[in-house]
């Protein structure tokens, strides 16, 4: 039973909620207070009946690789979990970013302040991978709790995961250890998380596909806090098209266990049957903004993906979208609010009738109330940001934000009426050098206004807001760095993108560029 709180704890949490007591009132509030909260704490030691995982396997919390094994240092732990042993997935290895679900093995956002934390249940991303005939071989390093809410510079409390191009260059984040275990063959697919870019951003800078899907497609459940839930996704990173078919197919559709998915959400969704039917007479519209500030590299690897797909058959053409260039502001104002809002519930949030895991909503929660000291100086200033948010403003900057998500959803839907599929740089610069970050004022300048950080996102973050589909594959490398292609397309027109991507990665020597050791192209 936890204390019953003293009078200064009463005043002291009143005045937080707006409102000023007296000793004396605070002690008629007490009374009451020790009644309610013994019976919470009743209510919450009661046993409640967890039910187990679907393969439980051999679920041993995996171990820490070594460099020899790892050298890139892209795994928090490796394991071995064999699913159904039938399925679309069967002979291939999955991993999840260290934010995922897996029961028996541990989840720690990348941060020591969840340190022993072991989830008891999978996320439905990880139970429909075993039941697809997957192997489960472990959890991938990510910007975490010391050094979280980046693309790429951010380092958490289990390093930084090396580009397998270059070390001495960004792997991109924050989905960095899953883009470096699949660059490194060390899995064939590895589930990723994205609210700004965070599997394409890598995807683009290290040389893998990494698909966003459709908001809602593929089932949050199990998957850790983003900023905001409207803007949160996970998807598949691999080093295939079909791979990222299959996992797709595998784990898409509704489960009733994500308040997210709503029922246009289709139960299961057909993502191979048509991957090889080419693109002959697919309209393809080049996306004049998402071209904006790319480096001559970017521009030029690109412009020779679209020349490809000319020969191909496709029908190309160019398209605008201004809204393009203002979304970015739409976004970062919920953004700010919204990582308040993550502050004070952890996991979920609220309101939804859906399974909630107890144990990890509570160390999510404490570690994120309880340790402000371990948050890189960009989550602190997100949260201060969302405070004085709150506090100006009283939640109508994040109203309006999401208010205004119709408009540019419709902008971007009268460019697909007239094309089937967008096409732009992923980012417009290839990797740039990590630089070590070692106090709060060069941590923020790097964040928020060095040319790389501002341009990262440009062409990422407004699909998450939207939640079309984007597809990021690899074009040809330049001077030995990757160059990431994306296409975006309509909702649930998922398989489409992937059709396009498989005919693309079929007719160029699409292996080799894949490949840490390819010759550089000038």
Known sequence: MHRVPDLSDIQEAAERVGVGLTADEAAVYRVHLARMLAEFDEFVQARTEVTPPRFPGAREPGYRPGPDEDPHNAWTWKCGIEGSGSGILTGRTVSFKDHIAVAGMPMSFGAHALSGHVP????????????????????????????????GGGVGDYGRPANPHNPDYLTGGSSSGSAAALVDRQVDISFGGDQGGSIRIPASWSGTVGHKPTFGLVSHFGIGFGSDQSIDYTGPMTMSVRDAALALEAVAGYDGLDPRQTREVPDAYDATSGLGAGVEGLRIGVLREGFLGATEAVADSVQQAIDVFDKLGAVISEVSVPEHLSIGGAQQALSAE?????????????????????????????????????????????????????????????????????????????????????????????????????????????????????????NTRPFNFTGHPALSVP????????????????????????????????????????????????
């Open 120 to 151: 008891d249940f999978d996320a439905t991303v990880v139970q429909r991978s075993l039941e697809a005939g997957a192997t489960v071989t472990g959890k991938n390093v990510m910007n975490g709790l010391a050094g979280g809410f980046g693309f």
């Open 338 to 458: 919204a990582t308040l809002a993550v502050r004070g519930s952890g996991f979920y949030g609220a309101f939804a009738r859906t399974y909630y895991p107890e144990d990890t909503i509570a160390a999510i929660t404490r570690a994120w109330q309880h340790n402000q000291e371990l948050l890189d100086p960009r989550a602190l200033l997100s949260l201060m940001a969302g405070e004085f948010s709150r506090r100006y403003w009283a939640g109508r900057l994040y109203a309006k934000a999401q208010n205004v998500r119709p408009g540019y959803i419709a902008a971007y839907d009268r460019a697909l009426s007239e094309v089937d599929v967008l096409v732009m740089p992923t980012t417009v610069t290839q990797a740039p050098r990590f630089e070590p970050v070692d106090d709060p004022a060069t941590a923020l300048d790097f964040a928020l206004q060095s040319p790389v950080s501002q341009s990262a996102v440009l």
């Open 475 to 522: 074009g040809e490398k330049r001077d030995g760095l990757p160059v990431g292609i994306q296409l975006v397309g309509r909702m649930f027109d998922d398989a489409l993108l992937l059709r396009a991507a498989q005919a693309f990665a079929e007719a160029v020597p699409f292996d080799e560029w894949l490949t840490v050791d390819a010759a550089v192209t000038a």
